[in-house]
C-alpha cells in the first residue's frame, strides 16, 4: 500500500519521493509555476485553501523550511497554526500521537511536520484521520521532499525541462542528509543523466550506489563537465563524531572555490539548502557568484510548497462536505 | 527445580510417533511416565496401569521445548507481561523450560531476584523458568556480580544482556571469574561503540531509508574479541542470537579448533531480513538488526551444519504503545512464544534440516548448552512432553495468541503445527481445547 498516493493515483500525503513518480512529480512542478507567478504579484494570495486549517508542527527546530510553509499556507488562504515542540528529550510514541489526536480534535485539515525521527511522517500519516493530509518538511535522515522538489524546480529553470542531459554532483554529508536522499530520489525518477555524490567515505552511506549515484571521493573529479552542483549543508557536530578531522581539512578537500568550479562546465550552477557555512563547504565568493542560484531556491520554496499543499487538498476539496 | 505436582499419575502417550532426538529415536511408539519421570518408551512396563491415556495419533510427541531467550517482563515491566500470562503462553507452545536474561527490573544481580521469580514460576506451575545471573552488577558494565551467590541460588549462567562493558578488561575479568565457578557466559556479541546508537543494519535498506545502521562489525567484531578471550580464559561461552553469517563462520572456527563456544539463532532471524523493515515496520525492529537475505541464508545453513546448536524465540512481549511510533523510537523485539515451534517446524518443511535435528535445536540442544539435564524422553528423564500436530494449521492472530505481547510481524501468517498437550513434570498443563 502506498500511503501517498491514492486509488486514482492522485498525491494524498507528501512524505517522501522514493514512492512517487515522474509523472506526479512533473505534475507537482508544472502546479508550481503556475504559483510561481501568484507569489510574484502584488496581491499574492489565491483563495484555493480559504477555510482550511493548516498546522506547522515542528518537534526540530527550523526557520527556513516553517517559514515558506507558513508563507506558503497564507498565500493558498489557509489558517496557519504553528507549533514548536522542541524540547531536546525523545518525544515518545504515545506522546507523539497524543499530540496529534488533540490538534486533530480541533478539526485540522493538514499537518505539516519535521522530526528528528527517520520514519515520523509516515508514522503520522498512517495515524491521521482519512481526511487529514501529511506534509513532511523533514523526517531525520529519512526525507525532505519539498525541498527536493524545490531544487527541481530551481534546476528546470535555469536548466530547461531536459534532465537526461544533465550531469548533477551533490556535495557534503550525504550520510546524514534527508535533503541529499530525496534529490537523489527526484532526479533519478527525472531520468537526470549522471547524479554524483562527492564526500569522504565517512560521510557516504553503505552501498550508496544502490540509490543510483556515482561515488567521488575527490571533489574535481567529482565535478568534472557537471551541469549543476548541490552544496550540502555541513553540521559542525561532524567534527566530535570522528568523522572529519577538522573544518580547515574538509574546506581544503571539499569546499568549492571559484577556482574549483573551473572544473564544472561553464555554465554550471550552484544549489545550497541552506543555511550556508561560509568558509567551510563555500567560498562567499561562490555563493554570492553569478553560478549561484541559491536564493532563488528560497523564492522557489514558496510556489513548490504552495503546488503540494493544493494537489494534496484538491481531492478533498471535490467531494461535497 | 520441582514443580508443585499433584498426585503422581501414571500416563500413557498411545499411538504417537516418539522422535527423542537426545536418544537417537524416532518411532512409533508409546511413552509411560509415572510419579513425573519417563519410565520407558516402547514395551509396556511390567504391571504399568494407566491413570491416563493420551492419545497422540497422528501427533510428534517430543521432548518439551527448552527455550534460550525469553523475556517474562517479570518483575518490572508487568504492564507488559506477567510470569503467569507467559507462562501459559510457553505451555500452550509446548515449551516446558525457558531461560530469562537478567535484565529485568531489578536486574537479577542478587539471588532474591532468581528466588523471587522461581518462586512465582512455581506457583504458577505451568512452565520451568531458569534465570542467568548479571554478569555485572546492576548489568552496569564495571564491577563483577556476586557470581558465586547467584549460582548458589540457582542461575545457570551468566550474561550482561544487552548492556555493554565498560571495557574489554572487565569482560576478562569477569570470564575468569565466571570460569572460577563452572559458570557459561551468553555474550551478545555487539561492540556497542560501533553500534553507535544504531536500529537497524547497515546496508542498502537503512541507506534508503535514511535510518541509523548497526554494521556487520559490530557483531563479528564483538565475536572476534570475545573468543580470543575465551581462548585466554577458557571459559565457557554462549553466542546468544547470532544475526550474520560471518559471525557464525568465526564460531564454526573456533568450534572446530576446540574452544567451548556455542551459539544460538532466533527464529525471525531464519524468516527476516533488513527488507522487512521497508515502510518503517515496527514490528521488524529487532536489536540486533535483521540483517541481509544472504545472511539469513547463512544462518540457516549454520543451523544445518549445528554451528548453531539452539534454536530461541527471543521473546520480547510489548505493551501496544511501544510499538507505536517513528521507528527508531519504537521499543525493539518480537513476541515469539506463541510462534516458536510452528515457525520452527517450517524449516523441516522447507528441508532446511530433518525433523529429529530440528526438534533436537529446540529440546536438547539449548538444555545442554544451560547445562540442564532435560531435553530428552530418556528413562528416568523429568517428564517434560510435547505432544503436536504437525500438519494442523492455524492462523496467528490476536485471540490465538497466548502472549499478552500482540507485537509480531508474523500476524495474519497461516502457521503449521499445532500443541496439542503439553506435560510437565508428568503433569498435563496445556490441552488443545477444541
Redesign the interface.
Known sequence: MNLQIDEHGRLRHFLSI?GLNRQLLTEILDTAESFAGVTEQTVKKVPLLRGKTIVNLFFEASTRTRTTFELAAKRLSADVLNINITQSS?????T??DTLRNLEAMHVDMFIVR?S????A??IAS?VAPHVRVINAG?????HPTQAMLDMFTIRRVKGPDFGRLRVAIVGDILHS?VA?SQIHALNLLNTGEVRVVAPATLI????E??GVHVYHDLLAGIEDVDVIIMLRLQRERMQGALLPSEHEYYELFGLTNRKLAHAQPDVTVMHPGPINRGVEMDSEVADGSHSVILEQVTHGIAVRMAVMSLAMSRKQEKPE | MSVAADKPARIRISGGRVIDPAGGIDAGQDVFIAAGRIVATGSVPDGFNPDLDIDASGCIVCPGLVDLSVRIREPGKEHKATIASESLAAASGGITTLCCPPDTYPVIDTPAVTELIRMRAETTGLTRIVTLGALTRGLAGDQLSEMAALRKAGCVGVSNALQPLASPLILRRAMEYAATFDLTVFLHADDHWLSNGGCVHEGRVATRMGLPGIPEAAETAAVARDLALVQQTGVRAHFCHLTSERAARMVARAQYDGLPVSADVAVPYLYLSEIDISDFNTQCHLIPPLRTVEDRQGLREALRRGTLSAICSDHQPHEPDAKLGPFPATEPGISGLDTLLPLALQLAHEQVLPLPDLLHRLTRGPAEILGLPGGTLASGATADVCIFDPERTWVLDSTSMRSSGKNTPFMGWEMKGRVIHTLLGGRLVYSLAD
Open positions: 522514493d525523545a518525544i515518545k510514541g504515545e507523539l500521537l522530526h525521527d527517520s520514519g515520523a509516515h508514522f495515524h523526517d531525520g535522515r529519512h526525507s534527508r536522499r552511506p553503505a552501498h550508496a544502490s540509490l
